[in-house]
T-cell receptor, first 112, second 114 residues
Framework: DTAVSQTPKYLVTQMGNDKSIKCEQNLGHDTMYWYKQDSKKFLKIMFSYNNKELIINETVPNRFSPKSPDKAHLNLHINSLELGDSAVYFC???????????FGSGTRLTVV | AQSVTQLGSHVSVSEGALVLLRCNYSSSVPPYLFWYVQYPNQGLQLLLKYTTGATLVKGINGFEAEFKKSETSFHLTKPSAHMSDAAEYFCAVSRGGRDDKIIFGKGTRLHILP
């Protein structure tokens, strides 16, 4: 009965590959997010979706493409992976503006 | 634009001592303020939040924070540290609205000394 679940938890892949990370929430929230946490623990928002509509698209390379098939799911596809993409990617969801987010446990992506 | 500054990337306190983690924010509109905790290899857990109303906010695990508008601060405290409090703590701010996004500080690693 995990609230926000991400798969996979760990992902090791070679440069140039394409990979996807999946996220699902069972909280009934209408907004979902992707955050990137770098090696220095700094968290930065990448995207947000509200009811399947893209709301926030920060300055992220277009190799990153989010997709939201419904309001309970938000996936992240990354093309042509680079070494600098290595990080922990967190999915989150929220319902009430300003109410805080519920985070998933993260996906540690390592590009070799 | 909103921003958060956490003073001290590392803070060490003895077990049983007062915990004080400092956070200052910048916001052009009334802010929503948060503290999150991250244990090793885990996601972020909401400790407490301030939206409106009472400026002293109580959270989980005995933590509390006080919103001081005049000082643009939202410091996190706990009267008595426990070994299990060792973790990374993030202060964060948002402003609400449809394009709401939480902006995080750079985090403070709390070390508990036996």
């Amino acid at each position: 009965d995990t609230a926000v679940s991400q798969t996979p938890k760990y992902l090791v892949t070679q440069m140039g590959n394409d990979k996807s990370i999946k996220c699902e929430q069972n909280l009934g929230h209408d907004t979902m997010y992707w955050y990137k946490q770098d090696s220095k623990k700094f968290l930065k928002i990448m995207f947000s979706y509200n009811n399947k509509e893209l709301i926030i698209n920060e300055t992220v390379p277009n190799r990153f493409s989010p997709k939201s098939p419904d309001k309970a799911h938000l996936n992240l596809h990354i093309n042509s992976l680079e070494l600098g993409d290595s990080a922990v990617y967190f999915c989150a969801s929220s319902h009430v503006r300003g109410g805080g987010y519920t985070f998933g446990s993260g996906t540690r992506l390592t590009v070799v | 634009a909103q921003s958060v500054t956490q003073l001290g990337s590392h803070v060490s306190v003895s077990e049983g001592a007062l915990v004080l983690l400092r956070c200052n924010y910048s916001s052009s509109v009334p802010p929503y303020l948060f503290w999150y905790v991250q244990y090793p290899n885990q996601g972020l857990q909401l400790l407490l939040k301030y939206t409106t109303g009472a400026t002293l906010v109580k959270g989980i695990n005995g933590f509390e924070a006080e919103f001081k508008k005049s000082e643009t601060s939202f410091h996190l405290t706990k009267p008595s540290a426990h070994m299990s409090d060792a973790a990374e703590y993030f202060c964060a701010v948002s402003r609400g609205g449809r394009d709401d996004k939480i902006i995080f500080g750079k985090g403070t690693r709390l070390h508990i000394l036996p």
